[in-house]
């Protein structure tokens, strides 16, 4: 008696499941089919700090270290030096991507609005010290976010108003 009620069961059981399997078969599937499709980052969405750069393809960064002074994390590095007008010039920009916790506080401590959040999400890589991303790479994320980007902000005509920062780059860190 025990086995037909297991029957029973099981035949009860296997409906079930196949009335489930009915009514999400005839459903819009919610899965892309990644990377052939690719998804729609919502607003907001943060990855990366990247470099944004003039229209000549030079860093809009004026080395002033306020980004990596910022970074709670420490994983912003600058190495500058000063140009015969006595301004900085950006030597070198590196960013630690594997240990950067996206907060955005470099982005909004810069008084030359020179950082933005890019949207690039496909950065993972085996060998960590791949993930140090130097000024060319930066500046190759940030690429993508000038003019025409609606979440591109035109610079602040007088930065150093707004910070309270030197206007030449500041002093060497």
Not at 21 to 46: C, K, S, W
Not at 73 to 99: H, T
Request: charge should be positive.
């Amino acid at each position: 008696m025990d086995s037909l009620k297991d029957i029973y069961r099981s035949a009860v059981s296997l409906l079930k499941g196949m009335k489930v399997t009915a009514i999400n078969a005839a459903r819009r599937p919610v899965t892309l089919q990644y990377p052939d499709e690719r998804p729609v980052l919502p607003t907001g969405y943060r990855g990366i700090p990247a470099l944004l750069s003039d229209e000549g393809g030079k860093a809009r960064c004026t080395a002033c270290g306020i980004c990596a002074r910022t970074c709670p994390l420490g994983v912003i590095k600058i190495d500058s030096e000063l140009g015969p007008d006595k301004k900085r010039i950006l030597k070198d920009y590196s960013l630690e991507a594997s240990r950067c916790m996206v907060c955005n506080l470099c982005v909004e401590a810069c008084p030359f609005d020179s950082l933005v959040m890019a949207k690039d999400f496909e950065l993972a890589d085996y060998d960590p010290d791949r993930l140090v991303y130097h000024k060319d790479r930066l500046l190759e994320f940030g690429r993508p976010y000038k003019h025409g980007n609606p979440f591109y902000k035109e610079p602040d005509p007088k930065p150093a108003a707004k910070a309270g920062t030197p206007t030449t780059g500041g002093e060497p860190a």
